[in-house]
């Protein structure tokens, strides 16, 4: 069975930061790409941060704009995304998924063709 844990949410002030984690089990190796996603009420949901598992090529969405950060354990089996400087605008629920790859920044754009989905951690940014 296959679970993806988000962990780390939480409120912080303008220019604070925040490490995200997903803890992944139950996946094979077919699935190679994990993503970070966001959904703020009334949104609609955007790809954040991207990683091909096997390369580490890294992928961000515009707004992230050096900003943040997404990784991975020499595991494989966490995928983390460091959040600094963070904005208001940046309050969302946060979600991690797996897909089997991505190769460019279409993976950003591709909710559709991620398989699975963690529960989400909320982040709440105030100024």
């Known amino acids: 069975q296959v679970q993806l844990v988000e962990s780390g949410g939480d409120s912080v002030q303008t220019g604070g930061s925040l490490r995200l984690s997903c803890a992944a089990s139950g996946l094979t190796f077919s699935y190679d790409c994990m993503g970070w996603f966001r959904q703020a009420p009334g949104k609609e949901r955007e790809g954040v941060a991207t990683?091909?598992?096997?390369?580490?090529?890294?992928y961000y969405g515009d707004f992230v704009k050096g900003r943040f950060t997404i990784s991975q354990d020499s595991r494989k089996t966490t995928v983390y995304l460091q959040m600094n400087s963070l904005k208001p605008e940046d309050t969302a629920m946060y979600y991690c998924?797996?897909?089997?790859?991505?190769?460019?920044?279409?993976?950003?754009?591709?909710?559709?063709?991620?398989?699975?989905w963690g529960q989400g951690t909320q982040v709440t940014v105030s100024s």
């Open positions: 990683i091909n598992i096997s390369n580490r090529d890294t």
């Open positions: 998924a797996a897909k089997k790859y991505c190769y460019s920044r279409d993976s950003l754009a591709a909710a559709d063709e991620y398989s699975y």
